[in-house]
């Protein structure tokens, strides 16, 4: 069974910072791409980062470029990603699964706040 608990979200002021994980399991971890997605109240869901099984590929919608890091730790069966400079349009429900800019699979999120 796929499993992937994301945690590490929280509410923080403009310019802050938070670091998402996302503990998988009941899939070969290692040998999936992995993505990050983000839901905001009243929109759809939108990939935010993507990386490749080995972490040596690694993509990012333009709106969060320079800020957002997506990384992996394959022998720990966890992805993260290190979210700086937070914005209030970064406001949603962070989930991940695997795939490339897509989800075959999610978890149940985490929510990111940003508001002062």
């Known amino acids: 069974e796929v499993q992937l608990v994301e945690s590490g979200g929280g509410m923080v002021q403009p310019g802050g910072s938070l670091r998402l994980s996302c503990a998988a399991s009941g899939f070969a971890f290692s040998r999936s791409a992995m993505t990050w997605v983000r839901q905001a109240p009243g929109k759809g869901p939108e990939w935010v980062a993507a990386?490749?099984?080995?972490?040596?590929?690694?993509d990012y919608r333009d709106s969060v470029k320079g800020r957002f890091t997506i990384s992996r730790d394959n022998a720990k069966n966890t992805l993260y990603l290190q979210m700086n400079s937070l914005e209030p349009e970064d406001t949603a429900l962070y989930y991940c699964?695997?795939?490339?800019?897509?989800?075959?699979?999610r978890g149940q999120g985490t929510q990111v706040t940003v508001s002062s």
């Open positions: 990386i490749n099984s080995g972490a040596t590929t690694t």
């Open positions: 699964g695997p795939g490339w800019r897509s989800l075959t699979y």
